[in-house]
């Protein structure tokens, strides 16, 4: 089955510094790739998701890159703010033809991101 | 948005006992649900899949006799945890993916402390 692997598991940053969040994944038919966000005792929330027909995308301050033939995925978030600390969770999941069933996601590991004012 | 609304937020309950967790999803149709557990500190991980009308699918591991996954409609997800041990006590998480979202939509999770 498919294997995400995530790293680092902790990074700390000071406020407006630059994170980056590294996943690889083991399943080559993998093709969605979702990064989630998670605050204590509360649900996952999707932040930015790339499909595998794609390269890179953003949204404001978040990115995601995806290099499909290393197999590996990573977040990119600018201009850091205190409010950006949580546990953060990449995730892989193979979606069928025309994006209307998708199978079960893997997560990877998490990383807990801490912003320093 | 999809919403798949998740009952009890939390439970604590008596070791030997069981315990139902629901999920329904409010304006579309789960034909599938996932079911994940979260120890502290730790990753998701997925316990099963449970489809509408058929039987879930157990991930390694995972022992269905005392996970009990019940989809018998296409907005009701259920996991029973039975005979519940201290060992048991986790966050406890479903989600599906509606068809017109682009992606899953989670429930809020269930916390259960079993003492």
């Known amino acids: 089955g498919e294997n995400v692997e995530q790293h680092p598991s902790t990074l700390s940053v000071q406020e407006g510094d630059s994170a980056v969040i590294k996943c690889t994944y083991s399943?080559?038919?993998?093709?969605?790739f979702p990064w989630y966000k998670q605050e204590l005792g509360k649900r996952p929330q999707l932040i930015i998701d790339?499909?595998?027909?794609?390269g890179e995308k953003k949204d404001q301050r978040i990115a995601v890159t995806l290099n499909k033939t290393a197999k590996h995925f990573s977040l990119h978030i600018t201009e850091t703010q205190p409010e950006d600390s949580a546990v953060y969770f990449c995730?892989?999941?193979?979606?069928?033809?025309?994006?209307?069933?998708?199978?079960?996601?893997?997560f990877g590991q998490g990383t807990i991101l801490t912003v320093h004012p | 948005g999809a919403v798949v609304s998740q009952h009890p937020s939390w439970v604590i309950c008596k070791s030997g006992t069981s315990v139902k967790i629901e999920c329904r999803s409010l304006?579309?149709?789960?034909?599938?649900m996932f079911w994940y557990r979260q120890f502290p500190k730790q990753s998701l991980m997925l316990m099963a899949t449970?489809?509408?009308?058929?039987?879930?699918?157990?991930e390694q591991g995972v022992e269905k006799d005392k996970f009990l996954i019940n989809h018998a409609s296409l907005t009701l997800s259920t996991l029973t945890v039975t005979s519940a041990h201290p060992e048991d006590s986790s966050f406890y998480i479903c989600?599906?993916?509606?068809?017109?979202?682009?992606?899953?939509?989670f429930g809020s999770g269930t916390r259960l402390t079993v003492v």
């Open positions: 449970s489809n509408e009308g058929s039987k879930a699918t157990y």
């Open positions: 995730a892989a999941s193979i979606a069928r033809a025309g994006g209307t069933s998708y199978g079960k996601l893997t």
């Open positions: 304006d579309f149709q789960a034909t599938t």
């Open positions: 790339i499909r595998s027909n794609v």
């Open positions: 399943d080559s038919a993998s093709n969605y």
């Open positions: 989600s599906a993916r509606p068809a017109r979202a682009g992606g899953y939509t």
